[in-house]
């Protein structure tokens, strides 16, 4: 009974002395702080509380679009629709990102199993993780595939995934655009010369490009509409009709914009000609020809990869070191009587081993050469005369958007003919927000290194440690 009461009197003393008492208190205070703290912290924007250790910029908000956020004046609401628990991280942050960016965006989650009306206002369908970016009655449906791109490359007919890349802030920032503008860009396809049409993913990227697009045949309208930003000539078979060189020319001199993707024609195309030589462009007669094996694919010399130059255009593609893929082109060579306010810029070149050839019998593998490279495939031309800024984007190869062509250049011919369209109608720093590489960089190391690194880590390292412990024990039982 008297050890008890002892033991109860001790535990009770020890509760009752200063020292204990200040270190329960310092404790509870210690944790009441950090539940504040915590609970501060988590009302900060993630901009504040998460940093961006990926090489690529994995997490990060471009320039360009915290410029464009900077600018809003209307609210903007972005929805990740995604099942609670799968959520896509990236995704998420991205969003949780822009969040933090202004007080007009607001991020949300909706589980649209929970909700399932709420995507019903949107659209029929939608895959997981994807986005919705909406702004009073407008609104923009990013799907989760559209932000994750792969690119291919075939080996012997089969094609293997060579590079994947992230794309969501290009596409939220677009929608974005989209749905607080009331003014977007107009394109006009030219027809009546055979054009192809466009191919449906260039379509469909230059929909979320937010540029609106309508048929033009300029030999029944007379004149280029008014409301044009932007021309495009596309693979067309025939030469322009007289009348169409007035109007094309009338519109270009008052500070139009227009983008040719032009090849071999099998017949001569003076009119065209006529157009693009006002500004300084000739097309050489003859396909080119790569030489250099590095420099073209497989085993055909006419599927020139050309080398990119440095252009607001090109920029980020020279960053890369990427080529574009030009199919049975034609080169370009400046004309010699060309005014002297024009600027013109090759975007696209060839080694100085390639070739201009022409069939010269009846067989077509009968080729005559009638010039040596190198020859420019791409050209920006540039001309400002008082108020009329014109500029003018030539390729000459009519495969360059062909989606087997682009899947073979790695996406680089894709990026390369929306970047020429955003030069063309300066939205140029909408080029700055480019795609985000997401494959693996593997580090190649030697194996006279592999072998010198093994016996570093596997008997150096641990020999060390055991010395050194060795060394304190030996100094402590001196002691």
Known sequence: ????????????????SKSTRGILLVSVVAVALAVVVNLL???????????DTTNIQLYSISDYTRQVVSNLEDDIDLYLVAQYGSEDT????????????????????????????????????????S????????????????????????????????????????????????????????????TGHGEEELPSYIREAVERENIETEELNLGSQGAVPEDADLLLLYAPERDLLDGEVEALLNYLQGGGRMMCIIGPLAQATPNLD????????????????????????????????GAIASHDITQPLVNRGYYALMPMSQGLVPREDVRNTIV?????????????????????????????????LGLAVEE??????TRLVVFTSSYLIQEDVNQLSSGTNYDLFLNSLSWLYDYEDGIAIRSKDLMMEYLTVQSSTAVTLGVVMAVLVPVAILAAGGVVLYRRRRR
């Open 1 to 16: 009974m008297d050890e008890k009461k002892k033991t109860g009197a001790s535990s009770s003393s020890v509760f009752r």
């Open 41 to 51: 912290v988590s009302q900060l924007p993630v901009s504040y509380t998460h940093f």
């Open 90 to 129: 990236i995704v998420q942050e991205l969003l949780e990102n822009y969040d933090g960016l202004s007080d007009r965006i607001h991020s949300e989650q909706v589980d649209p199993v929970l909700h399932p009306e709420f995507v019903e206002q949107f659209t029929s369908s939608l895959e997981a993780n």
């Open 131 to 190: 986005v919705i970016v909406s702004s009073g009655d407008r609104f923009q449906v990013i799907r989760f595939s559209e932000m994750y791109v792969d690119t291919y490359q075939y080996d012997y007919g089969a094609p293997y995934v060579d590079g994947s890349y992230f794309t969501g802030e290009q596409e939220i920032t677009s929608a974005i655009t989209f749905v607080t503008s009331d003014d977007l860009p107009k394109m006009y396809l030219l």
């Open 274 to 305: 006529e157009v693009i030589g006002y500004y300084g462009v000739e097309r050489l007669e003859g396909t080119v020809m790569e030489r250099n094996t590095n420099y073209y694919v497989d085993q055909y010399p006419s599927y020139v990869l």
């Open 344 to 376: 013109s810029s090759p975007l696209v070149y060839t080694t100085d081993s390639a070739l201009s050839v022409v069939a010269s019998g009846e067989e077509e593998s009968s080729l005559t050469a009638t010039a040596m490279g190198p020859f420019t």
């Open 384 to 389: 400002s005369l008082d108020d009329a800024d």
